[in-house]
Structure formats: structure tokens, C-alpha cells
């Protein structure tokens, strides 16, 4: 497992990324979804695992939120902490959130969640960012989030795993990146060393060992199958 200054280089490696924020948030909602619909479908994700939940009640809470793409699909509820790597200036979030008190940015320098009250959370969506987190990086935030959460809070994770993304282009362009020329070296690697916006294949077994290790209860490993033909989103309560 990675040290805390380790586990800080990791979100240090993001610094050139996404400025003024991702496809989603800087093209728009209608933009993006046409332009994947044949492996992701984004209004299904919504139907599945925002919509139901959602409510001027729900705490949310966002992780990796980047300009907002998601972020708002949130705006009804009763407030919403968007967590990033990425200062608000860089990703233009604010560009395209409209301010208000309940909406709540923070740029984090580590994992341990202390931007957060301990029992106020009642849901966590994440949507391809533990992809790019490591596992060390995965077992902080799921280890310190949960105190944070409500008990029975429902949280919506993609992660990225290797018998589910049977791309071949996708996995050649992903390995390359993260500078290995062999897929199976770069998915034993799921704990390596960040380079800039690189993906870690630890898969759907080694986050639920997680989810047991830290006392969470494992609803689906992959709650949304055919709207991310890809990626699995594992849906898991406190
Ligand atoms: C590919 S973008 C996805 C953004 C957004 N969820 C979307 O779908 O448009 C990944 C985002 O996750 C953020 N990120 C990466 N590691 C993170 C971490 N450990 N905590 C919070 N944000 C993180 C990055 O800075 C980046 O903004």
C-alpha cells in the first residue's frame, strides 16, 4: 500500500488535466451523450442511480466533479460537496454551477475526507474518477469516508475493470498511456506509480474486498450493465 505522500503525488498528477473541465461539462450534457451512445449511455445512469435518490433532502456528495457534468443532475437536493484534485479556477466549475450556499467545492490535497461532518452524507456518486485513483488511493477514501456517511447511505462508484473493458482500442490506448505495452503488466499495476491521467485496473473483487474490509454492504457490482458497456458502477450502502 502507497504512503500519504505518495497517495499526494497522485493527486498532484492531475494538474495539467481537464482545463475548463471534461467533454461533459464543457460541451454539455446532449453533446456528450450523442457522441458515446453506442458504449455509455448517460440518461440510463441517470434513470439508475441518480434520479431515485435524489431528493431536497439528500446530502449529496460528489467525487471527482470536475466542471459539473454530473454535478448538475444534483441541484435539487439539500446540499452537495463536490470533491476534486482540480481547484474550481482550473475546471471551470463555477463557469457552469451557478453559485449558491448549498453548493460546496473543495479542492482536496489528500484522502481523508475532513472537509465533510462525521454522519451527514446520505449519497456518493462518482463517475470516471476511481479509474484514475489507485488502489491504496481507493482504500483511503472508502476507509475515511465512512463515518462521514449516513448509516444506509447509498453510494454509486465507477471503477475500472479489466474483464468488463473488452475494447481492444480503448485498452491499447490506455495501457500506452500509462506507459506499458503489455495489458496484462499494466492491469497487475493497479497500485503503480501515477502518471498523468492514467487508469488503474484493480477491478470489481479487490473494491468489494474493500467495501468488506471498511464494513460497507455490497448491493450491486454492477448496477447499470448495459449503460456503461465499459465500466462497471458498484452500488454498496453503509
Ligand atoms: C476524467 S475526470 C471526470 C470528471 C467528471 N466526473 C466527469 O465525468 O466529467 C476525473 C476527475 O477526477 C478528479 N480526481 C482524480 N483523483 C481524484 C481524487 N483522489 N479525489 C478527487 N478528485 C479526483 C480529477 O481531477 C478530474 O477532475
Redo the contacts with the bound molecule.
Keep these: 500500500m502507497k504512503k500519504e505522500n505518495e497517495?499526494q503525488k497522485?493527486?498532484q498528477s492531475?494538474q495539467k488535466?481537464?482545463k475548463g473541465?471534461?467533454?461533459?461539462?464543457a460541451r454539455g450534457w446532449d453533446v456528450t451523450r450523442k457522441a458515446n451512445l453506442s458504449r455509455l449511455d448517460v440518461d440510463e445512469i441517470v434513470r439508475i442511480c441518480i434520479e431515485p435518490y435524489i431528493n431536497p433532502e439528500t446530502n449529496v456528495l460528489?467525487?471527482?466533479?470536475?466542471?459539473g457534468?454530473?454535478t448538475w443532475k444534483f441541484l435539487e437536493a439539500n446540499e452537495v460537496y463536490g470533491?476534486?484534485?482540480?481547484s474550481a479556477e482550473h475546471?471551470g466549475f463555477w463557469n457552469y454551477i451557478e453559485k449558491k450556499d448549498n453548493i460546496h467545492y473543495c479542492q482536496?490535497k489528500d484522502?481523508n475526507c475532513e472537509e465533510l461532518e462525521d454522519d451527514s452524507i446520505d449519497y456518493v456518486f462518482?463517475?470516471?474518477?476511481?479509474?484514475?485513483?489507485s488502489y491504496s488511493?481507493t482504500s483511503a477514501?472508502l476507509k475515511n469516508l465512512f463515518k462521514k456517511l449516513k448509516k444506509g447511505a447509498n453510494c454509486f462508484i465507477m471503477i475500472a475493470d479489466a474483464d468488463k473493458y473488452t475494447d481492444e482500442r480503448g485498452r491499447r490506448k490506455l495501457m500506452k498511456r500509462a506507459g506499458f505495452s503489455n495489458f496484462d503488466d499494466f492491469v497487475r499495476d493497479y497500485d503503480g506509480k501515477p502518471t498523468s491521467?492514467r487508469w488503474y485496473f484493480y477491478g470489481i473483487e479487490r473494491f468489494c474486498d474493500l467495501l468488506e474490509k471498511y464494513g460497507y454492504t455490497l448491493v450491486s457490482g454492477d448496477v447499470a450493465v448495459d449503460a456503461d458497456k465499459n465500466n462497471p458502477i458498484i452500488h454498496f450502502r453503509k
Design positions: 497517495l497522485e493527486l492531475f488535466l481537464w473541465g471534461t467533454s461533459l461539462s460528489e467525487i471527482g466533479c470536475n466542471g457534468g454530473w470533491f476534486d484534485a482540480l475546471t482536496v484522502f462518482s463517475y470516471d474518477v476511481f479509474c484514475h485513483i488511493g477514501y491521467g
